[in-house]
């Protein structure tokens, strides 16, 4: 069974570049296009992983990292941020609110799809050549 990614973005471009690239490894990829829309959807349906932009309307991806740590089915859920962000106050920021680590934009789908298998702990995605 493939695991399941929620993808938060508020640029559809990025969200569709990002669900290419986990589609085309396996993953099932479930879009939002900014933290309200994704913390709807987390309270209703567990997910594997979350991988979220920081600057985002309605709800940024630091207050839903931090919205999310306090669901019961997300206390040990990966957290990922994937932003054009680099401060490294924001970086304390994220990793306050309970993110699991911080990816930097552009991204190397190679890197991202590694990253995605060790915070998952597993290899179930099928990598495509």
Do not use: C
């Amino acid at each position: 069974m493939s695991k399941t990614i929620l993808a938060v973005d508020d640029s559809a471009s990025m969200r569709q570049m990002v669900g290419v690239t986990l589609r085309a490894a396996g993953y099932e990829v479930i879009e939002a296009s900014d933290g309200d829309e994704a913390l709807e959807y987390a309270r209703k349906h567990r997910v594997d992983l979350v991988l979220t932009d920081v600057n985002m309307p309605r709800m940024d991806g630091i207050t839903l990292i931090a919205q999310l740590r306090t669901l019961p089915n997300y206390h040990l859920t990966p957290l990922l941020l994937l932003t054009t962000e680099s401060s490294p106050d924001r970086k304390i920021q994220g990793k306050q609110a309970g993110a699991t680590g911080w990816m930097v934009k552009p991204f190397n789908p190679d890197q991202l799809l590694a990253t995605l298998e060790r915070v998952l702990g597993n290899q179930t995605a099928v990598r495509s050549s």
